[in-house]
């Protein structure tokens, strides 16, 4: 299954610059139909309901950019639907692209082609893309960081969908992983009827209430609520500790130290237990795993880090959702699957406990393997007939 780490394994550059600032309109919920004739492959009708309540569709501006899956080169989408290579030459817009697509002009003349990437929707001003030239010499974009202060898009309300879409299907969620800004949902139909993303009523107002009233995680609010940042960025920016799930890591080490720890995968059941050089031993061929930092365990990286191998991958990636969802000191077989057992520790991942906790069907994608045991706001679809993508109520 293609999900979120595999699809987008490949993170964009981020850009720097001065913010750009934006004012914010409001209207009636309107649909606004993206289908039509393209000459790309693929050509899957995209319709995108603006549900906000609080943004008219004359502030609201959709950008598809990503990666033309047959020539690998980075591309976006025009307004006519066709799939078009990044060129420096873009740079038109006060040193920046605008690939964007406002809302009220689209009509009918766009489809979702075949490709990797990430629907954009930004309420109230533009976002800056610039095209820049990566190491191998070719075209690329630097996309939004709303968690980078210098960022040229720190100020400007936006969020995304990410999706691949190829001739095995389409396969798209929701992501909090970042940041979170705006309430999406997405509807694929196809073979079958799907929805996920979708909020509970007042579920945006919830989500921040919960991350402003929790002591560690309130510096992670961005302005008057126009967003808030995960919590390895914000180690990053240093507005949270960089130690916070040390105690954690160091119990949980502690314990495997004398005990087994049982990891099950696709690939099988892998025993471990820590060694006299601090290392998380499994049998069965898994490589070594360090002793994991905060910054680690919130990334799913560093020791945590899971190659594409089928063995040391995805027992990575089932630590790394125990570690966030803090269920190592409460089972020694993981993954636990009842979601009831998820972030009762003292020291857990708060930020991905409140986006379940407000979101219609309990999934969210709150960090990069929130996927481990299906609870990640992902679907999938082979015969995909349309993607509906809504901007639900503000």
């Excluded at 605008?98 to 490709?115: K, R, W």
């Excluded at 921040?208 to 960025?233: K, N, T, Y």
């Excluded at 502690?254 to 720890?261: H, K, P, S, V």
């Excluded at 070594?288 to 680690?296: E, L, N, Q, V, Y």
Aim: net charge negative.
């Amino acid at each position: 299954m293609m999900k979120r780490r595999s699809f987008l394994g490949g993170a964009a550059l981020a850009a720097v610059g001065a913010p750009l600032l934006g004012a914010a309109g409001c209207g009636r919920p309107s649909t606004a139909s993206l289908t039509g004739g393209s000459a790309s492959a693929g050509a899957l009708p995209m319709t995108i309901v603006n549900n906000s309540g609080a943004h008219a569709d004359s502030a609201v501006r959709v950008y598809i950019v990503g990666t033309d899956l047959e020539t690998g080169r980075q591309s976006y989408v025009t307004p006519d639907g066709t799939l078009t290579p990044v060129k420096e030459a873009d740079n038109v817009d006060g040193g920046f692209t605008d690939y964007s697509i406002p809302l009220d002009e689209v009509g009918a003349g766009l489809s979702l082609p075949f490709m990797s990437g990430r629907v954009y929707f930004a309420l109230g001003g533009k976002l800056r893309f610039k095209a820049v030239t990566d190491g191998n010499g070719d075209a690329a974009l630097q996309y939004p960081a709303g968690w980078v202060e210098s960022d040229p898009n720190y100020d400007v309300l936006h969020d995304t969908v990410e999706f691949t879409h190829n001739a095995s299907g389409m396969f798209c969620n929701t992501s909090m992983v970042d940041q979170f800004s705006v309430p999406l949902s997405i509807r694929l139909s196809g073979e079958q009827e799907q929805t996920t993303g979708t909020l509970k009523e007042g579920g945006r107002d919830a989500v921040f209430d919960a991350i402003a009233a929790d002591a560690d995680h309130s510096p992670l609010v961005v302005g008057d609520r126009l967003r808030v940042i995960a919590p390895g960025h914000g180690v990053d920016a240093g507005l949270f500790s960089g130690t916070y799930y040390d105690p954690y890591v160091d119990e949980v080490w502690a314990r495997y130290a004398a005990t087994d720890l049982s990891v099950t995968t696709n690939a099988g059941t892998f025993t471990g237990r820590v060694d006299g050089s601090g290392r998380l031993l499994f049998d069965g061929g898994v490589a070594p795993i360090a002793k994991p930092s905060t910054r680690d365990v919130f990334f799913c990286d560093g020791a945590l880090a899971a190659p594409n191998d089928g063995v040391t991958g995805p027992v990575a990636a089932v630590l790394g959702a125990a570690f966030n969802r803090s269920t190592l000191l409460d089972s020694a077989e993981q993954p636990t699957t009842d979601p009831a057992a998820f972030y009762r520790h003292a020291v857990t991942n708060t930020y991905a406990e409140v986006f379940h906790d407000n979101t219609e069907d309990g999934r969210a994608y709150g960090f990069a393997f929130d996927d481990v045991g299906g609870f990640a706001s992902y679907i999938q679809d082979h015969a995909p007939a349309s993607l509906e993508v809504t901007l639900t109520p503000f």
